[in-house]
């Protein structure tokens, strides 16, 4: 009796999920590496690639972190030259994802759990899976503005007293803030954006560095960026107050794909199941405060749900088509 | 006194290098400025000059160019007499914190300078308040202004170096002369060493013009978030996806054509005159007491320095150990976690480290024995053209590093020669580019080296290489030493056309700083930056041992 039990043991392991997931492990243990071009927050990035790197061993992350823009611009300026470098792309500019699929350069594949996630992760022919999502927000230096006077709504920093005291950041380098004025757009105009740049705004290039700015007391209010630097320079002890403006936030769901050229498919696969996991979705969340499309993940009490908040989408397509024109008003209206 | 001389073939093996090297970059700049849909076309000219962002954007690199000049001279010229003329104290700590000004990338500077200037952030502009009680800031370093002074801190060192190589070579015995005749000393310093001295003064004004017209880290770390733009920023956004080379390649002609105008200016006003009282031989050079003069100068020096060393080293220090870099340097505040995370957890830094290395080493090598056999040429006239061989040797300097790099891409991303992704496109960049400053550091040592000894050599017989081998080669030296030290430093520092031609794998230093800094990790930068200060000053000190010359013309 003992001897079929563990026979059937036996036989039941050989057939299991287990054995398929050693074999994958294997062949992309004999890959050896990936190449991931992300613009996730870089100590976020490399935090998941050590995370990865710990769980698998002998399959090494080699993170390249910028700016979304500049992600689509190494990914086509490297394939011009005939360079089959990057294996996992994950930018936060749903638009580069719908011309990289009409160029045939996505692997059309499904991470392992994430057919579970909402419709707005998803694409409708399974290209790309939303990895992480965050919303724009106004932020403050509560040392240099009380409470009381903090703007509160997209159009209050239009006021004559931000004059000289607002930061953004720049949709020509991050896709979040290329989603947020597409977004804006739509909710207040053009003409918002005009009023905006007439305020002697101090432009950055990350979304993640207003968060910075603030903190440091150069400009006191952030006109964009994503909450979660906020809310983790918050955590960090810096004095920065988040406000979610009542006429909605721009959500920015950041995909990520494979590239169809990958010469390390499996430790590309591999890698995107792992970023994938309730695990590593919960550190997003955690730690980076950040929103996922998982739906076991929970958040951290002091950050307001995604459904109470009055979220602003934008549709992947018109992103991708608008692009150039979002970046050239942008130009026109804040110089640079 | 015909007969075939066996330096034929190296004069002109270095030639053909030099032509392809800086020939292969203009022809696909020339070319691609006017490729239309449908063969030659001007439409991107057009374009270009329609587009008013740009003709903005052109102004504004004139504009800081001209200043930036203006500034490093100003700055330069005294120090590198004060330095070399005069009695002023502490002046080899003076020249060791203006090799310090000259490792620094303009870049850094400009980083720090932002903690430094910042309006309401900035470390200075703090203190003025608190001291002053003033609502205001003292000074905002995110306009042109600030811009031109960060970016003349970090240029002037050109200037110094330059004129105080040349000032060296002055032997006091004609500045006696006029002393004899009853001059004093300040006369003699206006009448005699300054005309002496004015090719170089010119050299290193067209030279710090050129640096501002193709720096693009400074501008686009103090220009941009100002909301303006320069030349080089304006291109560099060209590149971005969908990129528009061809529009780059038109915007990029006038610089270069400017470049040659202020060349053919420098040989017009300097060419025909002899400056062999820069010589070789001749006796002592005594210095010029100062007096009374010493405490202005001391200050004037000190100032400098604090702007460009003392200043932006100590709050690259504090950001580096400090969570928070604007915040006091408390206990709390007090950090290592930048260290780690730069060294040990963030994967790009080690593989750029040794990248940059082999570039910086490999380059400075190649590229100084290279410039001085072409200084050589040119000086000597020891081919057919050699007239055109300071302007090629010259002419990338007009060629933003960011068009150089696209030129180059677009080169090197083709069969025959596949280098895209690998460090031997950099490498190549890096050549070209720095061959400018290593052909004027060669090019003045040739100068200074009267051709009367080398004549003499072959009075006796000696075959043309044997002279160069015997007589120029030891003489020469300590320029090439120079030279290589130059380039050296130059790679280091170089960022504009690194950004285009990098590929993950074949990251370097600064690109990985830029990187950081458009995401705003001050902390990280400041390590980075501080190791690859001392990584510079490790090498250059090195090399200074080994071949026994301070490189910033220093002869105690």
Redesign the interface.
Known sequence: MKVVTLLLLAVLTAASPAAAQDARVDAARKEGKLVWYTSLALPSAEKVAKLFEARYSGIKVEVHRTGSQRILQRVMQELQANIKNVDVIHTSDAGHYVLLKDKKLLLKYTPAGADRFPPGFKDKDGYYYGLRATVNVIAYNTKVVPAAEAPKTWKDLLAPKWKGKLVTAHPGYSGVIATHVLALSHLLGWDYFKALGQQSVMIVQSAVDPSGVVASGERPVAVDGGDYTFYQSKKAGNPVEIVYPKEGVPLVVSPTAIAAFSSRPNAAKLFTDFTFTKDVQQVLADSEGLYTGHPDVTYPADKPKLGDLKLLSVDAEELEKRSEEIKRRFVEFFGA | MRRLDASVPVWGLATLTLVLLMGLPLVWLVTLSVSGEHGVSLQHYVAAVRDL?LRRALWNTLVMAFWTGVVSVAIGAPLAWLTARTDLPGRRLLRALVMASFVTPPFLGAVAWVMLA?????ALNKLWRAVTGADTPAVNI?TMTGLVFVVALYTFPYVYVMIGNTLELIASDVEDAAAMLGAGRFTVARTVTLPLVAPAILSGYIVSVLQALALFGSPAIL???????TLT?QVW?M?????RVEMAAAVAMPLLVTTALLLTLQRRLLGRRGYVAVGGKGGARRRIPLGAWRYPAVVFCLLVVASAVFLPYGILAKAAFS????QPLTWDNLTLRHWT?TFF????TQSAIVNTLELGVLTASVGAALAALLAYIARRRAVVGHQLVGFLALSPIAIPGVVLAVAL?IAY?RPPL?L??TLWILFVAYVTKEMPVGYAQSDATFRAIPAELEEAGRILGAGRLRVLGEITAPLARSGVIAAWCFIFIGVIRELSASIILF???TKVMSVVIF??K?????G?IAVLGLFMIAMTLVVVVAMERVFGRDFMGGRE
């Open positions: 962002p910042g309006p309401n952030a900035g995110f220009a941009l978030p100002a909301g303006f733009h920023t956004g590149f971005h996806y969908p990129p969570r928070a870099w604007a995370f957890e963030y994967s790009a891409f991303t596949i895209y992704g590929t993950p794998d990187d950081l458009e995401e705003g990790q001050f990280a």
